[in-house]
């Protein structure tokens, strides 16, 4: 594996491997990785004759800084991981490389109502700062393929606006893998690092509870479902922003469920200060 901190080399680099006609996919990360990122590296290796890795804590796209400042870091254990797992590349680039003429964003990615609700809802300016760093990214390595996971539901609908808005949806194709879970059905996140032990015991309610929901979900009034979802969070000791159940192609919530249409349950809480989030598809 190659290790690059340097834009401008990385750039160089990958030029002349496109030259040679080799095929890319890349997968951004923050790193402290676990076998749920491992897992969108295994579809790039499968897919592509070259796989770049970055790994990248992007400042702009926490709203809170405290979250920011806890973001785990295990840099030698995660390069250790993407060796294991063949990875071709790992890009570690600095703040100032990513951002030579600061932080500010320069344009407003114009994601309409995906910013409104759910995560954009309760994390303002999050969608904005993903977009940035991922637009970044993307003119750097220039890859043929993305990989992204299901774990984060809206953030792969806006990177498809993304892809669009920008005109990379001719160039890159955004591939979606399911998101990984422990045997507890706890889904796999840097942030469960930072749960202690009672806490990761009572973080598997979160996954219990978009269960629960997609085994009792019945057409008609979805309200008393809704409210009986965030019940059970509560009892967990959980401190619930959200728990919704949605159109699984628009993310618009749903009220009345026909019976037909495909729907998402998606939930956001915390647990303590770490804040979980995770989804089902229920049909
Ligand atoms: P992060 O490092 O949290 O920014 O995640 C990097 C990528 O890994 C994102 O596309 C995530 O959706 C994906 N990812 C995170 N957790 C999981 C998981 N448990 N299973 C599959 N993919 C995941």
Not at 139 to 155: A, E, F, R, T, W
Not at 178 to 206: K, Q, Y
Request: proline share 4%.
């Amino acid at each position: 594996m190659i290790l690059f901190k340097r834009a401008g080399d990385l750039r160089e680099h990958l030029e002349k491997q496109r030259k040679q006609g080799k095929k890319s996919g890349f997968v951004p990360t923050m790193g402290a990785l676990h076998d749920g990122h491992i897992s969108l590296l295994n579809a790039s290796v499968k897919e592509n004759d070259l796989s770049v890795v970055s790994i990248f804590v992007n400042p702009t796209q926490f709203n809170d800084p405290s979250d920011f400042a806890k973001y785990p870091v295990t840099i030698e254990k995660d390069i250790s991981m993407l060796e294991a797992a063949g990875c071709d590349i790992l890009f570690l680039p600095s703040v100032q490389e990513i951002y030579p003429e600061g932080e500010m964003l320069k344009k407003k990615y114009e994601l309409g109502y995906l910013e409104d609700l759910l995560e954009g809802k309760f994390r303002p300016g999050h969608f904005q700062g993903v977009c940035q760093v991922v637009h970044r990214l993307l003119n750097i390595v220039l890859p043929d393929n993305l990989y992204m996971g299901q774990k984060d539901y809206q953030q792969c609908m806006v990177i498809k606006k993304l892809l669009a808005l920008t005109g990379l949806d001719q160039a890159v194709t955004l591939h979606i893998s399911p998101t990984l879970r422990e045997h507890s059905g706890l889904a796999m996140s840097s942030r469960n690092m930072r749960l202690n032990e009672d806490e990761r015991s009572r973080a598997i309610a979160i996954f219990n509870t978009l269960d629960f929901i997609r085994q009792s979900i019945q057409p008609g009034d979805l309200s008393e479902l809704k409210a009986e979802a965030v019940n059970r969070l509560t009892l967990s000791g959980f401190q619930v922003d959200y728990v919704e159940i949605a159109d699984a192609g628009t993310l618009e919530p749903c009220e009345k469920w026909d019976g037909k249409s495909k729907l998402v349950a998606l939930a956001a809480a915390f647990l303590g200060e770490v804040r979980l989030i995770d989804n089902l598809l229920l049909n």
